[in-house]
Structures are given as C-alpha cells and as structure tokens.
C-alpha cells in the first residue's frame, strides 16, 4: 500500500550542483504533479504531467526539468541548484475529479 | 486563474472547543472542486474533507464539516470538539473539473492557516 514514494527525504547542496528527486506512485493515476513549499507561500506547482510523455510548466518551472517515461514515474531535476531553490518539494498524483495524494515531501538545502 | 485566500494566518482553540477556518476563492467557473488539508508537523499532506460545487449540502467527515456559500465563493471549515491530534497547518484548495482541460488536474492553494490547540 506503497501510494506515492518521494526519495530522498532530505538533501543538501552546493550552489551549482544538478540533482534529481525521484517519485514514484503505484495507484495507476495519470496526473502527476510536484509542487514546492515555501514558508507563508502555500504550496505552488511547478511541473505537471497529465500522462506518459505529457508534461507542462506549472506557476514556478524555472530551474527545474520534469519528464514522464512511465505512468508511475515521475522524476524532478534541478540542473544547477539555487539558494532560491531552497525548499520542501511534493510529489503528487490524481486521476479523474479526484483529490490529489501526496507523497511524504523531500527538504533540500542549498548552500 | 483562480485564487484562495485563507485569512487568517494563525488561530487557536481551547481543547473540546470549536473553531472555524475561512476560506474564499475567486473563480469564474460554474463547477468546481474544493479541498480542505491538513498538514501536522510530520509534513504529511492529509486530505481532510471535499466539496463538489454542484453539491448544495455541505460535506461532513466525523468532526469536521464545512459551511459552503457558493455565491459568496466562501468554503470555510468547522472543526468541533478539537483535540490536540488537530494541531497542524490547514490548507484550503480548489480544483477545476476533469473535463475543462489539462490543467484542470492542478490544485490552487491558499497560503494556510495554522492552527494550535491549548490543552
């Protein structure tokens, strides 16, 4: 009773370092999404995916790349990290008018 | 594009006591969906309660009911008989219906409010 898996938990990066948070949901849903949150800003979304090699930009894309290979998968990819992209990242599912489930959030650090 | 807001950035309530969220919205859309969750400090996103906006009675879970004004674009929760396991963030979120398109999957939230319970 898996739902949505994020890995890692917590990371921390330099300036300038690339990286990838995996997310991974096993309930054949076939929108995909990752938000981020920042302190007394709610949560915002950055990347969506409605489908396998379906994806669009969300309210904050900049700096982050997205891609759907599969229906489960749903990976994040910070290119050259940011203090700006200092934040608690989501990874979410849904499918047709249903509420959104959420994995358990990734906290990164850049430095 | 749609927008929430959430008010109040902080409350509290007294243990067994009652208390109430705001919540509003701006849409244009006639169909919707709208979500209330809670997020204790684990992080969890935990869905808490739904409405359908084509539904005129208002949505229960247990102790927590939301008082619905479609009119006004107000969707505020009610929390009775609080305990301390309420203690948490409260997001308030709306969603468009499945068949206007692509983005209709995405959530907009409010910025939260975040709730303490005295004991």
């Known amino acids: 009773n898996a739902g949505v898996t994020q890995t890692p938990k917590f990371q921390v990066l330099k300036t300038g370092q690339s990286m990838t948070l995996q997310c991974a949901q096993d309930?054949?849903?076939?929108?995909m999404s990752w938000y981020r949150q920042d302190p007394g800003m709610g949560l915002r979304l950055i990347h969506y995916?409605?489908?396998?090699?379906?994806?669009d930009q969300g309210e904050v894309p900049n700096g982050y790349n997205v891609s759907r290979s599969t229906t489960e998968d749903f990976p994040l990819r910070l290119l050259s990290a940011a203090p700006s992209q200092t934040s608690v990242y989501f990874c979410?599912?849904?499918?047709?008018?249903?509420?959104?489930?959420f994995g358990e959030g990734s906290r990164l650090t850049v430095l | 594009a749609q927008t929430v807001t959430q008010s109040q950035p902080e409350m509290s309530v007294q243990e067994a006591e009652t208390v109430t969220l705001s919540c509003t919205y701006d849409?244009?859309?006639?169909?919707?969906?709208l979500f209330w969750y809670k997020q204790p400090p684990s992080r969890q996103m935990i869905l808490v309660i739904r409405?359908?906006?084509?539904?005129?009675q208002n949505a229960t879970e247990n102790r927590f009911s939301v008082n619905f004004q479609k009119a006004a674009k107000s969707f505020s929760l009610k929390i009775s008989d609080s305990q301390l396991g309420d203690a948490a963030m409260y997001f308030c979120?709306?969603?468009?219906?499945?068949?206007?398109?692509?983005?209709?999957?995405?959530?907009?939230f409010g910025k939260g409010t975040k709730l303490s319970v005295i004991p």
């Open positions: 979410a599912s849904s499918y047709g008018n249903g509420e959104l489930f």
């Open positions: 309930m054949n849903h076939e929108y």
């Open positions: 995916s409605v489908g396998a090699g379906i994806t």
């Open positions: 849409t244009s859309e006639s169909d919707y969906y």
């Open positions: 409405q359908e906006a084509y539904k005129q």
């Open positions: 979120a709306y969603r468009s219906p499945a068949y206007s398109g692509a983005g209709s999957y995405q959530l907009t």
